[in-house]
């Protein structure tokens, strides 16, 4: 079965950078997109970083210039590298994944199960 597994999350002080990781394990014929949310303790899940199977990426004006997302060339593994973060960025990030299981089906979501950001002042 597929799964997403991310890691890279924890305690950095504001300013400062991190590096999340996406892996997706089980088999998938294809990837057709990568999406990075976010939610904030009371608040809505976010959006904020897509990447499509030929590395276009697209942000939302809120975190544009400070979020980059990427992928490995084999498109199961994905990064999102956030560079000064501020106390707001702080949450649970999530990757959802959208792969077509086999040849010519509809590309289906997969989420993962978060990891935790905390950001100091």
């Known amino acids: 079965q597929v799964r997403l597994v991310e890691s890279g999350g924890g305690s950095v002080q504001a300013g400062g950078s991190l590096k999340l990781s996406c892996v997706a394990s089980g088999y998938t014929f294809s990837t057709c997109k990568m999406r990075w949310f976010r939610q904030a303790p009371g608040k809505e899940r976010e959006l904020v970083a897509t990447?499509?199977?030929?590395?276009?990426?697209s942000y939302p004006g809120s975190v544009k210039g400070r979020f980059t997302a990427s992928q490995d060339s084999n498109q199961k593994t994905f990064y999102l590298e956030i560079d000064s973060l501020k106390t707001e960025d702080m949450g649970v990030y999530y990757c959802?994944?959208?792969?077509?299981?086999?040849?010519?089906?509809?590309?289906?979501?997969?989420w993962g199960q978060g990891t935790q950001v905390t950001v100091s002042p």
């Open positions: 959802s994944a959208d792969f077509r299981i086999r040849w010519g089906s509809t590309c289906i979501e997969y």
């Open positions: 990447i499509w199977s030929d590395g276009t990426t």
